[in-house]
């Protein structure tokens, strides 16, 4: 079953204005933590921000907030005040805790998402 | 501080050759994670290693692919007989003690070419 849901295999957005990228999750455990990745054309995977399940705040880091919905399961991801250099793929991921694998916490990732900024 | 280091950055093999990625954690991190990407998608995790142990390598072929994370030095991803579908890219990742508000620290990754 799919546990992460990128539902936007693109989006366009013009530079300076804010846009929103989807991420659904599924699981069953109440403890876990969502992440986004951006990975520009050269390929490398950028840290943008974590929130934890049971986080009462909302992330933000810089021009970047995690706009969290626990009930909806959603973690959607804004990016205020576009730049061309936001211009990359986004990944959302969820890590959670796998006890049949000896508590291995790796990530599952979405399909991501292409951002595309225009002047 | 040194980021996650991985190498080579592009890797080019014949079908049938092994190819072996290095992966060289950030300094204290002693959790290391390696996933695979396909073209158009997203990582996929393979294998998560500590020092000397493999503790969950749900995610790797059951064949021709091993992983090592040894006492010292880096860890290595080894694909034995490689073909076509092997061609990926092949990220290393890695985390201090696991904690859920920990993120993964990424390396550039190998670019595995398969002639």
């Known amino acids: 079953a799919q546990k992460i849901t990128q539902t936007q295999p693109g989006m366009f957005v013009q530079e300076k204005e804010a846009v929103t990228l989807d991420c659904t999750y599924d699981?069953?455990?109440?403890?876990?933590?969502l992440f986004w990745y951006k990975q520009p054309s050269s390929g490398e995977m950028i840290f943008l921000i974590y929130q934890g399940s049971y986080d009462q705040q909302n992330a933000t880091e810089g021009r970047y907030s995690l706009n969290f919905q626990k009930a909806r399961k959603s973690a959607n991801l804004v990016i205020s005040a576009s730049q061309l250099g936001d211009s990359a793929m986004y990944f959302c991921a969820m890590r959670e805790r796998d006890l049949a694998q000896g508590g291995s916490e790796k990530l599952v990732f979405g399909k991501g998402t292409k951002l595309t900024v225009n002047p | 501080n040194a980021g996650v280091m991985q190498n080579p950055r592009h890797l080019v093999r014949r079908r049938g050759q092994e190819a072996r990625l290095r992966c060289s954690p950030m300094?204290?991190?002693?959790?290391v994670y390696w996933y695979r990407q396909l073209p158009e998608e997203g990582l996929k995790f393979m294998v998560y290693l500590q020092k000397e142990n493999i503790i969950d390598e749900s995610g790797m072929p059951k064949e021709r692919f091993s992983a090592e994370f040894p006492k010292e030095g880096p860890s290595i991803l080894r694909i034995q007989q490689v073909v076509r579908g092997d061609s990926a890219a092949y990220f290393c990742?890695?985390?201090?003690?696991?904690?859920?508000?920990?993120?993964?620290?990424f390396g550039d990754g190998t670019r595995l070419s398969i002639l």
């Open positions: 300094k204290g991190h002693s959790h």
């Open positions: 699981t069953s455990d109440p403890s876990y933590g």
């Open positions: 990742a890695s985390s201090p003690l696991p904690r859920f508000n920990q993120p993964q620290h």
